[in-house]
């Protein structure tokens, strides 16, 4: 009987090959291995070894700006605790003594605005303490499921240890080092323009202020000058004067005691009808068109700085309104004079 090569056995051409073996799983299968791997670490005391093999070496310490503790962690969390972790695991095998002490910010208007929304009506009937202790149990939640979350992204710490800012020796340290700014006399009693919740009764961080898009009509107002106006410019003596400014925000008119000009800029006096108008040089054309002027005439030129201390008339309120020297003032538009209301912007308190 012929056999032929068609019916020769077939060679295992795998085994014919000659590629490394091993026993590492080409199947990550992370969602199982990494659970396994991280209990396997904390089992070790894997960050209290590399500590101990560390110490006594030059010092590289990451001070982490804490997370908020309000809510899971969300990617930039992620991103944000892995990059420092890179840094510090780096510095680590750079033979540092590279210690991460994790931490978290406990206080502040979330936390409380979210207690409030959960007491309800219920608050009114607590006693301040009672209520501080709902926020510190709110806050000490989101403690410990964030530092679970971290731990699950391989992020190596004393995460038995944090640093919180609610805790009694992290504020006792608030209070020695406000003591010793006092001491030195770095701490005084003074005004400051902040912006002001008026529901919580506390200021506001810039973080935490939302502008909602308005649209309102923005206006032409005219202050007669009560001063003598020839203080300013010899040429405008006996004349009906005004200061003119225009003002995207009229609710806030009733609330203005200045009129800001800069001091470097060229002024002139616009005669229109017989009455005498302060607008910047640069601006008077557009002034012009945008008020109706058909007929104006410059009777007098001078400097901002002639203004400062020129009394104006408030047009609806009866108080003066004072003539005040700032660089904020620009020509862009309007008529190179600022309507001040120093409660409705902190540019316009610090001016006047």
């Known amino acids: 009987m012929k056999t032929s090569v068609m019916d020769a056995p077939k060679p295992d051409l795998k085994k014919t090959v000659n590629l490394p073996r091993t026993d590492f799983s080409m199947k990550a299968n992370l969602p199982q291995r990494e659970p396994k791997m991280l209990e396997q670490w904390h089992a070790e005391n894997l960050y209290g070894k590399i500590r101990r093999a560390r110490a006594g070496r030059p010092l590289y310490v990451l001070h982490d700006g804490p ?3 309000n809510g899971n962690i969300h990617l930039g969390h992620a991103f944000n605790k892995i990059l420092k972790d890179f840094v510090v695991k780096i510095k680590t095998m750079e033979n540092f003594d590279s210690p991460y002490i994790p931490g978290w910010d406990c206080h502040g208007l979330p936390i409380e605005i979210k207690i409030d929304n959960e007491l309800g009506s219920k608050k009114a009937r607590m006693s301040v303490a009672e209520v501080r202790a709902e ?15 971290f731990q699950r992204l391989g992020v190596f710490g004393a995460w038995g240890e944090p640093y919180l800012t609610m805790s009694s020796q992290y504020e006792s340290v608030i209070a020695n080092t406000f003591v010793d700014f006092l001491d030195k006399g770095y701490v005084y009693k003074g005004l400051k323009s902040v912006n002001w919740c008026i529901h919580d009764r506390t200021a506001l961080a810039e973080a935490e202020i939302e502008y909602e898009n308005h649209t309102s009509p923005s206006i032409w107002v005219r202050f007669a000058l009560k001063s003598d106006p020839a203080l300013i410019d010899p040429a405008l003596a006996h004349k009906q004067v005004f200061g003119l400014i225009w003002t995207t925000t009229p609710w806030t008119i009733p609330a203005n005691v200045a009129i800001a000009y800069h001091p470097d800029f060229e002024y002139a006096g616009v005669e ?31 400097k901002g700085s002639q203004l400062e201390g020129s009394i104006f008339r408030h047009p609806i309120i009866e108080r003066d309104s004072l003539g005040i020297l700032g660089d904020h003032v620009t020509l862009e538009q309007g008529t190179g004079a600022v309507h001040t209301a120093p409660g409705h912007g902190a540019e316009d308190f610090e001016v006047a």
């Open 67 to 69: 997370p908020y503790a």
């Open 135 to 149: 926020c510190r149990k709110y806050a000490q939640k989101y403690v410990d499921l964030q530092s679970k979350d």
């Open 272 to 302: 229109v009808n017989g009455e005498v108008y302060i607008v910047a040089v640069e601006l008077i054309d557009s002034t012009a068109a945008k008020c109706g002027w058909t007929s104006h005439s410059v009777v007098a030129a001078f």
